[in-house]
C-alpha cells in the first residue's frame, strides 16, 4: 500500500532523516516518534512531527452508570457515536504517523460500532489497539475476540474496589464476580501467548473515602493476574455530590493506605503509580495518638480528620510527572473536535470536519499551552492537571478538582 501525506505541506516541517523514508512505514512511524520526543524535551511551541498516539472517542456509550462519572452526573451528557466522516478523515490525516490508537475513553470502547473493519484498519496502517475497559463485555467467546487479543498493545482494566461490595457499590450495571472471571479468563488466555506478543496488562484504581482500605488487598489481586502496572488515582471531585468522598480531608489515614499499598506491592514486585502522600499539620498529642498507624490499621470507622495545610505557591520547576499530550497525543471527538487531552473540562482546540489537522496542532492555542504548561502559570485546564499536581496540595494556591 503506497500512501502519501494527505496535506503536503507537512513535508516543509520534515527533517531529512523523516523525509527520505517511505511514508507511513514502520520506520517512517518510528522517525516520527524520535521527532516528537525531541520536539517534547525542548518544550518547543510549535510540534514538528504529528502525534504518535491517537484517542477515537468512537463512542460514549457505556453499560454502566458510576456514580463518580460525568456520564451518570450529567443527565444531558450526550450518548453518540463517532461519525463516519470524521473517523474516515482521522485514518487519512493520522493513521500514516501514528504507532497506537485507543479506541474511546469516554464510555465502554467495546459497545464501538464496526469493531472489525476498525482493528482491520489498524493492521493495514501497522498500529496497534489500547483499550481502557470496565470488563464486562471482555470475554464472549468469538472470532471477534481472537482478532482483538491479536491487535491490541495494551490493555487497562478500570476497577475500583477488591471487594463485591464496594465495587457493585460504585460500578453500578456489573457483578464483581462475574468481571474477576472475564479478568481470569483474559490473563489464561495472554499467559499462553508467546511472550513478545501479549498485551501489556494495566489496571486503573480511584481512591476515595469507601475504596481507600482496599488498595492493597487490590495489589494483591492483580499481583495473581500478572499485572505489569496499577495506576492508582485520587477521585477528582468534579461534582458537588463527590465532595464527601474527596481524600482532601482524611489526610492522614490516606497517607497510611497508601504507604500500606506502596509496602504490598513492593514485597510483590507489582510495579505501581500512587499520587504521593500528603503534608500534614501539627496535631494536638491526644488526637495524634488516637489515629496512630495501630489503631488505623484495625479501625472499622474513620479516624478524626486533618485539616488541610495551608496551600503552597504553585511550583515552576519541571514536575516529576510530565504532560505527555501537548506532543505526541490528541483526542478525536465523535463530531471532530480535537480535544488535546484526558482533563475534564478541557475544551475543544479546533474540528477536523472544519479544517485540515494539521492546521489545528499547530494554532495559536495548542502552541500557548505547550509554552506555558510548565511554567508558574499554566494556560487553561493546564493549572489542575490531576496528572502534573497529583494532589490538592500539589496545585499550590490555583487550587485542584477536587
Known sequence: MTLTPSDPRVLETWPAELASLPFGSPEFKAANERLALQDEAGLLPFARAMPTWINLTSTTVCNLKCFMCNQFLDPNSPKVIMEDEVYDKVVRELYPYAKTMQLSAFGEPLMTPKMEQKLDDLERYGMKLEMVSNATLMMKESRFREKLVKQLELITFSMDGATRETYNSIRTGAEFNEVVDNITRFTDLRWVMPKEQRPQLNFNFILMKRTLKEAPK?????????????????????????????????????????????????????????PPNFTLVEEPAAVAASTSPAVLATATTAPSTVAPAAPKGRPCTMPEYRCWFLWRRVYIAPYGDVIPCCVAGMPNFGNMLKEPFWDIWNNSTYQMHRKHVYTEKPYGKCRKCYLIYPNAELAGDEGFEY
Open 218 to 274: 487490590f495489589v494483591e489481586m492483580t499481583a495473581k493476574w500478572g499485572a505489569d502496572l496499577v495506576v492508582f488515582n485520587h477521585l477528582v471531585s468534579f461534582h458537588e455530590s463527590l465532595k464527601d468522598e474527596s481524600l482532601q480531608y482524611c489526610r492522614e489515614e490516606t497517607n497510611y493506605w497508601q504507604d500500606r499499598t506502596r509496602e504490598v506491592a513492593k514485597a510483590l514486585g507489582v510495579n505501581i503509580k500512587i
